[in-house]
């Protein structure tokens, strides 16, 4: 068994419309979620998560789950249309004590609680009237829910996420229209990522200036990425690599080191790529404690060149004709349900992309895991091959690490099966099984042999 620093971090994440239900209890408003899933056609046999885990109702009964797997950290997110159901003005009380609860249950628990403040799930209303994340105003609107959040519940949450992943609500949501609210658009998800960044950064200084005196905690970003392997030798392959890596995981991240976007954004994006002010620039820049990176899998990369467009179709992760990058798969590597590669040392070479780059920026590994098929026997799901997924990931973590790469904490996703966006209840991500009909939590083997590692490594 390796050997992670005593301090090191062990945890599970979730998101609130994956797993809370609820959907419309106790003074919440919808979310773009909850309109998008109405739509014939959108999600997977027309699923929803009205109910999903109903962890609304159950969260005392899952942190007794994660105590027993030896949990330390809990990072959860809170649905902003539960606490202002418009997105704005009035605060729903009932939704403040629902996140209170759960905070005072994780703490009376021994579990220290982690919060995104958004995750995919804007307010309906903020959609409906100002055009959600490609308005400019939507920005100070977060940073006033953000300071409510702050303010109502900083005195116990000492560790803080603005976004889960702002390049997917910018390109899903607004460019390739996979995600709610399902535009489509070569502009709009830039102009919806600068809005992204710049609530990110609102949000920050808010903390940073009103709250993180007195609460001393901390504050970031978690951004998601693969990684980008060159297809071959060539110098095109090389660069058609980075550039994807820069589209991808530069995006979000380089403006909030460095003050600005990639130079290869600024230069194929052109006039659709939103600019910083000085002033813009100067607020976003060093707006993070610590980088929190979403990771999952691996895709081959190499550059499509201006006379092979016309004949050959590509796929891309993001906007094809702004890249010129065509993805593949090498056909010896395992395959997930998401029909995602296993490539573990993807993860290794990611952090060490993060580590050069954004010289030695602290990192938590705040999403990384499997879906694959579950099978109930005896009560129990024995999930090898998610147990071989994890062990691998951690393994060329802990690799990164030795090399001197500064990763202080690691999240399995997810702690419970849930409603896999589009993909409904098919996907099996979780480390316990939910039998929707019932809401029975059953054990799987990954959750047991989590529970080793955590104790193995001084818990």
Known sequence: MLQFPKDF????????YQIEGAW?????GPSVW?????????????????????????????IQLMKAMGLKVYRFSISWSRIMPTGRGKINEEGIKFYSDLVDECLANDIEPWAALNHFDLPLALEFELDGWTNPQVQDLFADYAEVCFQRLGDRIKTWITFNEAWVVAMLCYGL?????????????????????LAHAKAYRVYDEKFRPTQKGKIGITNNCDWREPLTDSQADKDAAQRALEFFFGWMTDPIFFGDYPQSMIERVKERLPRF?????????????????????????????ENL????????????????????????????????????????????????RYDRPIIYITENGCAVPDKVENGQVNDTRRINYLEGYISNCHKAMKEGVDVRGYFVWSFLDNFEWTLGYQMRFGLHYIVPETLERIPKASAKWFKKVIEQNGF
């Open 9 to 16: 971090i062990w945890g599970t994440s979730t998101s609130a």
């Open 177 to 197: 229209g996979i995600f709610a609210p399902g535009k489509t658009s070569n502009s709009l998800p830039y102009q919806a990522g600068h809005n992204l960044l």
């Open 34 to 62: 909850d309109a998008f899933c109405t739509i014939p056609g959108r999600t997977h046999n027309g699923e929803s998560a009205q109910v999903t885990c109903d962890h609304y109702h159950r969260y005392k009964e899952d």
């Open 277 to 305: 002010t000085p002033e813009e620039s100067a607020l976003i820049k060093g707006s993070t404690d610590f980088i929190g990176l979403n990771h999952y899998t691996t895709f081959m990369a190499e550059h499509v060149s």
């Open 309 to 356: 467009k016309a004949s050959m179709p590509y796929s891309n992760s993001g906007i094809a004709e702004d890249q010129d990058v065509n993805l593949s798969t090498r056909p010896q590597w395992e395959i997930t349900d998401m029909k995602w590669p296993v490539v573990p040392e993807g993860l290794y070479k990611m952090l060490k992309w993060i580590d050069e």
């Open 24 to 28: 419309n209890k106790d003074g919440k």
